[in-house]
């Protein structure tokens, strides 16, 4: 095992610059030239018109990126279009429009975005050339309903889903089904128009697949009307909580009468491609490679690990225990993957789901001595508040100790953000302008 470095930093920083490091390998301005580069080789860059499209927290610095590679390499192209993405999440354009929205309720500004979307891609001629810029957070920011849903149908809907815990894999099959460009149709309509399609993609979701990233406005879909109805019926969301036009449109879907998302088969001889640029592997690839180079034995423990904040916070502690048990050196447990929280009625909570692991995980691991641990989502917000997420190590727990803090308290009232305020342990970083979903670090020494 590697032996640590006599100037050692602190834990915090260990901590901090580990997340700076699963971060920075998903910065846009560094992987977009990549792939335009390999995408793009001299020679073949569009000829006709560019048009530029996108959403996610991360697609404004795509943006930026793109712009400026295009005027160092591209100077003839006619390059335009317009990017949605979450307010305070803007990047400086000067061709590409960006739209700041609504996340993760959809508004009216996200709606208006995507009809501007919409029309854009439907002035497109044979021969023009689609980029689309997808990061995760898109499915809100793309909110265009099909005919006969309204925006505060589609708000009502995203608000229940959120509130019942379930995973934003099930939330996105609803969604794909309410939408008029989501679930693949924005490269259905540009197909019709004879354009090439070349999309980027920044996942933010387990598995990497482009179906699920920003529910996949221009990939294949996998789900149906019959998938997105036992959603609704499996967190028993009715039609008290759920707009009547909600399961009106579904169920003239499941009987034929509306058109199905994207499927392979619409797929056959079209310019269309998806290139998955950013993952969340990577990142913890990332900042496995740094803690290694302090002593610290990296385990990647997987970027797909879901399930209720609370229990996976209890889970690895456990997973902790086991560690520091066989291990005869420093350990660094890394992990991503999106947890998910479910908030009863009557509370309203404070904080977010790598704010309440963390919670979890400090209270069922007083027993592990010399334990560090943050949690943090890689797009610089964690839930309700403005944080990324937070941190602890033994003096914090002193401190949490000397004040009384009950952690059971506040992880009954979902109030994580409130407990990590208090000891001065949140992380803040802001808007990060990229997004590989959720960054997890366990630190144990003997």
């Not at 996105?172 to 259905?188: M, P, Y």
């Not at 010399?370 to 990324?388: H, K, P, Q, V, W």
Request: with cysteine; net charge negative.
């Amino acid at each position: 095992m590697t032996q640590p470095h006599p100037s050692t930093p602190n834990t915090e920083t260990i901590l901090k610059n580990a997340f700076s490091a699963a971060v920075s390998v998903a910065d846009p301005q560094i992987i977009i030239p990549q792939y335009l580069e390999k995408i793009f080789p001299v020679g073949s860059e569009p000829q006709k018109k560019c048009l530029v499209i996108g959403a996610g927290k991360a697609s404004a610095s795509m943006a930026t990126a793109l712009e400026t590679y295009a005027k160092l390499h591209w100077p003839q192209v006619k390059l335009e279009g317009t990017v949605l993405t979450r307010y305070g999440h803007h990047s400086p354009t000067t061709k590409i429009k960006i739209v700041e929205a609504g996340h993760p309720v959809p508004d009216q500004a996200g709606m208006d975005g995507a009809r501007e979307i919409y029309s854009l891609v439907n002035q497109l001629q044979t021969g023009d050339v689609m980029i689309a810029l997808i990061s995760g957070g898109g499915s809100s920011l793309l909110t265009l309903p099909v005919d006969g849903i309204t925006i505060e149908d589609m708000r009502k809907t995203t608000e229940a889903l959120l509130r019942s815990g379930a995973p934003i894999e099930e939330m996105n099959v609803v969604r794909k089904h309410l939408s008029a460009i989501l679930g693949g149709n924005l490269a259905r309509l540009a197909i019709a128009r004879g354009a090439r399609v070349e999309a980027f993609l920044i996942s933010d979701v387990t598995g990497d697949s482009p179906a699920d990233i920003a529910s996949g406005p221009c990939a294949a879909d996998y789900s149906t009307y019959l998938d997105a109805l036992k959603i609704l019926e499996k967190y028993r969301l009715n039609k008290e909580v759920i707009p009547a036009s909600v399961f009106a449109h579904l169920e003239q879907g499941l009987a034929g009468e509306k058109p199905e998302t994207l499927k392979d088969v619409d797929l056959v001889n079209a310019q269309v491609a998806n290139h998955v640029i950013a993952t969340a592997y990577k990142s913890l690839e990332a900042a496995a490679d740094y803690v290694r180079t302090l002593g610290y034995e990296p385990v990647i423990l997987g970027d797909t690990i879901t399930g209720e904040a609370q229990e996976v916070g209890r889970s690895q502690a456990q997973i902790a225990r086991e560690y520091q048990a066989k291990s005869s050196g420093p350990i660094a447990l890394i992990s991503g993957g999106e947890c998910t929280v479910t908030i009863p009625n009557g509370i309203k909570g404070r904080g977010g789901r790598c704010s309440e692991y963390l919670l979890a995980l400090f209270a069922a691991s007083a027993d592990i001595p010399n334990m560090a641990a943050l949690a943090a989502d890689t797009d610089g917000i964690d839930g309700s508040e403005r944080n990324a997420g937070a941190w602890f190590d033994q003096d914090i727990r002193i401190a949490a100790n000397g004040r009384k803090l009950e952690s059971d308290t506040f992880l009954s009232a979902h109030d994580c953000y409130g407990f990590f305020a208090e000891l001065g342990a949140l992380v803040e970083t802001g808007p990060t302008l990229t997004n590989v979903n959720d960054f997890r670090i366990i630190l144990l020494k003997k």
